[in-house]
T-cell receptor, first 112, second 116 residues
Framework: RKEVEQDPGPFNVPEGATVAFNCTYS??????FFWYRQDCRKEPKLLMS???SGNEDGRFTAQLNRASQYISLLIRDSKLSDSATYLCVVNIPYNQGGKLIFGQGTELSVKP | DTAVSQTPKYLVTQMGNDKSIKCEQNLGHDTMYWYKQDSKKFLKIMFS???????INETVPNRFSPKSPDKAHLNLHINSLELGDSAVYFC???????????????FGPGTRLLVL
């Protein structure tokens, strides 16, 4: 099983659509979770951290299910500018190496 | 004002050559990283340094040698370049080591290396 596995893309959606991305992780000791966004030929940038209680930032909602080792990202009212690759990121605790593991990314294309 | 900068942005070179990539961060962070993103877009950690000390070396060929002259700089030297080294190399930094807390990593713009 891959350390971090994401939905295969690409997702092609019309403007205004709601789209959900899923991610599973294999290390039950992981404590920190993130969604990063990477635009074409650019560096990854933090979109949002994911907390146990779930968290929302405008049109973006992230959920964490520790029991199922599952993370999700919901984007409401998609904009053209949301087109990018979304990376699910999970940490490996310091006593196991201390690093971030990136999923392969899910590409989102929002069309007019 | 750029937070994490890398030079060069593009690097085209012949097999067998030796090349270096430089990285600097002005965020005052203690930890810096090198990542490799291959053609399939997988982003993988190569090295991490904390306060100039090597913390992670992820089974990277010893042709790759990182050097951290101070906390704000982490350079990557690659000897005897091979075709398979072609990729985008990202430098990143964070205040504390990944795995210690919910800590954001800030990435540089990347260096696109093409080995011919």
């Amino acid at each position: 099983r891959k350390e971090v596995e994401q939905d295969p893309g690409p997702f092609n959606v019309p403007e205004g659509a709601t789209v959900a991305f899923n991610c599973t992780y294999s290390n039950s000791a992981s404590q920190s979770f993130f969604w990063y966004r990477q635009d074409c030929r650019k560096e990854p940038k933090l979109l949002m951290s994911v907390y146990s209680s779930g968290n929302e930032d405008g049109r973006f909602t992230a959920q964490l299910n520790r029991a199922s080792q599952y993370i999700s990202l919901l984007i409401r009212d998609s904009k053209l500018s949301d087109s990018a690759t979304y990376l699910c990121v999970v940490n490996i605790p310091y006593n196991q190496g201390g690093k971030l593991i990136f999923g392969q990314g899910t590409e989102l294309s929002v069309k007019p | 004002d750029t937070a994490v900068s890398q030079t060069p942005k593009y690097l085209v070179t012949q097999m067998g050559n030796d090349k270096s990539i430089k990285c600097e961060q002005n965020l005052g962070h203690d930890t810096m990283y090198w990542y490799k993103q291959d053609s399939k877009k997988f982003l993988k950690i190569m090295f991490s340094y904390n306060n100039k000390e090597l913390i992670i070396n992820e089974t990277v060929p010893n042709r790759f040698s990182p050097k951290s002259p101070d906390k704000a700089h982490l350079n990557l030297h690659i000897n005897s370049l091979e075709l398979g080294d072609s990729a985008v190399y990202f430098c990143a930094s964070s205040q504390v080591l990944a795995g210690v807390s919910q800590e954001t990593q800030y990435f540089g713009p990347g260096t696109r290396l093409l080995v011919l």
